[in-house]
């Protein structure tokens, strides 16, 4: 199912924060999840190969956090077939985030690069730079936040990320031939980072976005919440179980706090009361909860995406965001399709995702 307002247009840690939706993770209650499968599109006859080049990127927004993550990121830059080839050319890129308990590395497994970005092009999509950072943490994800506690990761990709790949690669480095793309955490940090940031990105398309809508103080669990409080330790902390780490790394990018050792962060709950200050943190980066302060930033992007499988436990979300969207009349694809949270999404980033943004984005630079 497709819907719009305009007519125009690692697999185990993704799915189950996914399954679980947002609403549990905040509760640290974990349903049974059923491990699912990412489906491998047919190699594409006569794909000619892109090379994947695995860089460091030096990031200034991360220097000095609290947390100890390294200021040194992994970044996977992939360049296409003609590169090598066409010295002169110059080429849009496409930032694509991963999602939650994975990092880079394991992220192009789930999404089966290079394949499918050879396998994009060789059906029609136009060449471009794909760059995947890894923004994996102490907690297992950033969410793309800026927080003093796990470093300034929003600027790490709006800023330090680009100005990178525009100094080493041959870029077209305009706003209008960038693109930010991202799976569940990575759709939330697309969503995010795309609101505030339409100077540096002229296209986003959001696959299966986690924790888009505000929770309130009734959705936290007090006694699960004391069983948190009780963790000192990063061994500790590494050992818990998914939700409950996701939970902390939750707190760690929203709910900072520098006086508050060894984690520097607030949880939702202090001595097993539930802490409104901290919920309402949380609430403030929901990014349903602020959409409406950036509407005249998202007026400027040139196409906007959203797609969700039908037994995703995130279709809900996704649906109230394009619905918001639809409300200000900002154009934007909206893309319901049979699918779980992770089952597609490899052929969702080989047969829509790139040529998506083979449409949006300006493939020629300009003078």
């Known amino acids: 199912m497709r819907i719009g307002n305009s007519g125009r247009a690692s697999v185990r840690g993704c799915a189950m924060l996914a399954l679980a939706s947002a609403a549990a993770l905040l509760l640290g209650a974990a349903p ?15 794909a000619a190969a892109v090379t994947v080049a695995r860089i460091k990127v030096h990031a200034p927004s991360i220097v000095g956090n609290l947390e100890g993550e390294s200021a040194e990121r992994d970044v996977l830059v992939v360049l296409p077939p003609s590169y090598a080839a066409d010295s002169h050319r110059r080429y849009p890129v496409l930032y694509a985030l991963h999602g939650y308990s994975i990092g880079a590395e394991q992220w192009i497994g789930e999404i089966h690069v290079p394949q499918t970005i050879e396998g994009a092009f060789a059906k029609g999509a136009p060449e471009m730079i794909v760059v995947l950072p890894d923004s994996k943490t102490l907690h297992n994800g950033s969410m793309y936040s800026s927080s003093v506690t796990t470093g300034d990761f929003e600027t790490f990709i709006a800023r330090d990320l680009v100005a990178y790949v525009d100094a080493h690669y041959r870029t077209i480095p305009d706003r209008r031939s960038r693109g930010l793309a991202g799976h569940s955490m990575g759709g939330y940090g697309t969503a995010r980072i795309g609101m505030r940031h339409p100077e540096v990105f002229g296209a986003i ?25 009780a963790v000192r330790t990063r ?4 050992a818990l179980p998914f939700l409950a780490r996701a939970q902390f790394a ?25 802490q409104p200050d901290v919920v309402a943190k949380w609430a403030a980066n929901a990014p349903l909860a602020f959409l409406d302060q950036y509407v005249g930033n998202l007026r400027q992007y040139r196409a906007i995406a959203i797609d969700v499988g039908d037994q995703d436990g995130l279709k809900g979300d996704a649906t109230k965001l394009h619905e918001a969207l639809d409300r200000y009349g900002i154009a934007n694809s909206f893309t319901v399709y049979p699918g779980t949270h992770t089952s597609d999404v490899a052929v969702r980033f080989q047969d829509f995702v790139l040529p998506f943004f083979g449409k949006a984005l300006m493939t020629k630079a300009t003078r």
Request: aromatic share 8%; hydrophobic share 40%; net charge negative.
């Open 250 to 274: 939750s707190a760690a990018a929203w709910s900072p706090d520098p006086q508050n050792p060894p984690f520097y962060l607030d949880l939702p709950t202090r001595n097993g009361v539930v």
């Open 32 to 46: 049974g999840i059923a491990q699912v499968a990412t489906h491998v599109p047919p190699p594409v006859a006569g």
């Open 205 to 229: 398309y959001m696959m299966s976005p986690c924790c888009l809508s505000a929770r309130d103080a009734t959705q936290f669990d007090p006694k699960a919440g004391a069983t948190l409080e």
């Open 235 to 238: 061994e500790a902390a590494a």
